[in-house]
């Protein structure tokens, strides 16, 4: 069965320090993978996804991520963290096409809340 | 309006009431999802719905009944809710495809729900 585990709960950077966020899933092959924020009193909103290719991925609002297989990881990263960026983050895994599953389903992660200090 | 638009934003309702929450999406999708966002607990997906059908039900109250008229609408009504039903009751859609696997679902902002 698919899961995804965000170790951290909350994290508190200061502003202009760089920023990883850690996810971990678990699924039978290679995944579909997704970062989502979520401000408060907000829906979701998509950061990135990774569906095949470079494993190397550019989001919005200068934000990337890395999957790593061997692993079974896909890190949030951000060079320069701004106040703006408070929020929650949210990593999902879905499932591939063909490897059966249910459509559509996206399993998400506990979620880990960002705190930025001015 | 763009994207996933979602109705009432806030809802205060007792045990008794019966209630519907409406999400209207814009993005020409065929897929549409409830999920249940809860304090402390991952996002829960409730339905989906493909095509305007129910493919997915994950072992729901039946006081949630979801109804989809067409691609562009979705309803969950409520009635007799309890109190551990207050939540951020989150829409979403995605252009899904025929062979399975899992496209980018847009989200709209939620109804915030509380039972009293």
């Known amino acids: 069965a698919q899961s995804v585990t965000q170790p951290d709960i909350h994290i508190t950077v200061s502003e202009g320090a760089s920023l990883e966020l850690r996810c971990n899933y678990s699924?039978?092959?290679?995944?579909?993978l997704f970062w989502y924020v979520q401000s408060p009193g907000q829906g979701l909103q998509l950061l990135l996804k990774y569906f095949s290719g470079d494993t190397l991925v550019q989001g919005i609002k200068g934000f990337e991520a890395e999957f790593k297989r061997s692993q079974s990881s896909f890190n949030l990263r951000k060079p320069s963290v701004h106040w703006s960026d408070a929020a929650e983050y949210f990593c999902a895994v879905g499932a591939r096409y063909g490897d059966g599953g249910s459509q559509g389903n996206l399993i998400f992660g506990k979620g880990t809340k960002l705190s930025v200090k001015p | 309006e763009t994207g996933v638009t979602q109705t009432p934003r806030h809802l205060v309702m007792g045990m008794t009431n019966k209630k519907s929450l409406k999400c209207e999406q814009h993005l020409g999708h065929n897929a549409m999802y409830w999920y249940k966002q809860s304090a402390k607990k991952p996002l829960e997906l409730m339905f989906v719905?493909?095509?305007?059908?129910?493919?997915e039900n994950n072992s729901v109250p039946s006081r949630f009944s979801p109804e989809c008229p067409n691609s562009s609408h979705l309803f969950l009504h409520l009635h007799t809710l309890q109190p551990e039903d207050s939540a951020l009751y989150l829409c979403?859609?995605?252009?899904?495809?025929?062979?399975?696997?899992?496209?980018?679902?847009?989200f709209g902002p939620g109804t915030r729900l509380l039972v009293l």
């Open positions: 979403a859609s995605s252009q899904a495809g025929t062979s399975g696997g899992t496209e980018t679902q847009y």
């Open positions: 699924y039978g092959a290679t995944p579909y």
């Open positions: 719905y493909n095509f305007k059908e129910q493919t």
